[in-house]
């Protein structure tokens, strides 16, 4: 028998001391029971000293899986954020370049006019709705002549009474037939630049623009020629002016056939005829008619190929 076998007296060894336990996880009822942290032997010392040690309030240190974690993603989004923005303002700005450069490009489409006197303009805008006006007219009138030809028995009768008219309004154009009307007789003086054959041609244009009808030119002599669609100027030595081959000594006379209120304002606008005539040293005396007539005669053209077809 051991030792241990004596010291009991019972023959079997000693046993350890065992803490009282009362039901599970339950403390030790006994007044004078230790405290159960100081029995446990995985209970360290540190963890309170580690408590009593960190600071208190804000100035604690974050968790290092969480708020360590969320900087990260917050600066990621604000990152996204900027950059959609910025996509998103550099559109717009291309889109108001792009807007700017039409708008300037469709403003200075037509230098010419940007860069024209007020006076052209003037001359411009006159000629512009004397055409209007005539042009309507003449839409009248071809209405007026396709409902007189659809009415049926009068119809064969218009269509005739409507070619005569036809033809005699070519005549009248290609001076082929004398014309008499309403219209004015614009004289010219001077001498050198200021009645050439440019300051006629001019004149000669502008009446057309207004809505001239039939002219023709009259020499200091009494020569007359026709006017018409082909017809030229040249100057000439001495002050002569050659219209179609033919010479003539200033003063010189336009008579012309068309509306005189038109005409007249054609002539006078600022920067136009007579304006010009006058800067040159030059005079235009413009005078209305309650009769114009226009009696010289260009001769036919001789065609060489062409023909009527019937």
């Not at 540190?46 to 969480?66: H, K, L, Q, Y």
């Not at 218009?158 to 037939?177: P, S, V």
């Not at 014309?179 to 003086?189: I, K, Q, T, Y």
Request: aromatic letters at 2%; hydrophobic letters at 40%.
């Amino acid at each position: 028998m051991s030792d241990e076998h004596r010291e009991t007296g019972t023959g079997w060894p000693a046993a350890e001391p065992t803490r009282p336990e009362g039901p599970a996880g339950e403390p030790d009822p006994r007044p004078d029971a230790p405290d159960p942290d100081e029995l446990s032997p995985l209970a360290p010392d540190e963890p309170a000293e580690r408590e009593s040690d960190a600071p208190a309030g804000p100035e604690a240190e974050p968790e290092a899986d969480g708020s360590e974690a969320a900087a990260p993603v917050a600066d990621g989004s604000a990152k996204r954020r900027l950059t959609s923005a910025g996509a998103m303002i550099a559109v717009l700005l291309a889109l108001l370049g792009f807007t700017l450069v039409v708008q300037l490009k469709t403003t200075s489409a037509d230098p010419t006019l940007a860069a024209t006197r007020e006076e052209d303009l003037v001359r411009i805008s006159s000629d512009l709705d004397s055409r209007e006006r005539r042009l309507r007219q003449d839409i009248a009138t071809l209405e007026e002549s396709q409902r007189q030809l659809r009415s049926g028995e009068q119809g064969r009768q218009a269509a005739l009474e409507e070619a005569t008219r036809r033809a005699d309004e070519l005549g009248i154009l290609a001076g082929t037939l004398p014309a008499v009307g309403p219209g004015l007789s614009v004289r010219f003086e001077g001498s050198g630049k200021a009645i050439s054959s440019t300051r006629i041609l001019d004149a000669v244009e502008e009446l057309r623009g207004a809505g001239a009808e039939a002219m023709q030119i009259v020499g200091a002599d009494g020569t007359a020629v026709r006017i018409i669609a082909s017809t030229y100027f040249v100057d000439a030595d001495g002050g002569v002016l050659v219209v179609d081959g033919r010479r003539l000594s200033g003063p010189f006379t336009i008579l012309v056939i068309g509306d005189p209120a038109t005409m007249r304002t054609a002539l006078n606008i600022p920067g136009g005829v007579v304006a010009s005539v006058s800067d040159a040293g030059g005079t235009v005396s413009v005078e209305d008619r309650e009769a114009v007539e226009v009696s010289q005669l260009h001769a036919p053209i001789k065609l060489e190929h062409a023909r009527p077809v019937s």
